[in-house]
């Protein structure tokens, strides 16, 4: 069982920055696929960062590629969303999400557990 809480979010301007942190419980961390999505009201919920359980592999979608970066700490079992000039469209709840030896892919249904979320709003 893997328990995920996020933090870090709250009220940027356009082109500042924000780091969000996802903090673990649980044992081996290190084998988890770890995922950030985000979800904007009225939308479905998008996919926006991620790595392999083993960390070779990174994936982000072409909406936020150059401005966001995904990062770990396995000593202190947190995972970290870096997002630089933010843009009113990145306006959501943002979640993290951890699936055990994953690809650590857009797809939703790999990951088994998801954090509560926490509030990004981009001010224009």
């Known amino acids: 069982q893997v328990q995920l809480v996020e933090s870090g979010g709250g009220l940027v301007q356009a082109g500042g920055s924000l780091r969000l942190s996802c903090a673990a419980s649980g044992r081996a961390f290190s084998n988890y696929a770890m995922g950030w999505f985000r979800q904007a009201p009225g939308k479905e919920r998008e996919f926006v960062a991620g790595?392999?359980?083993?960390?070779?592999?990174?994936y982000y979608p072409d909406s936020v590629k150059g401005r966001f970066t995904i990062s770990r700490d396995n000593a202190k079992n947190t995972v970290y969303l870096q997002m630089n000039s933010l843009k009113p469209e990145d306006t959501a709840v943002y979640y993290c999400a951890a699936d055990k030896l994953g690809p650590g892919t857009s797809l939703e249904s790999l990951y088994d557990y998801w954090g509560q979320g926490t509030q990004v709003t981009v001010s224009s």
């Open positions: 790595f392999s359980w083993n960390g070779v592999h990174m």
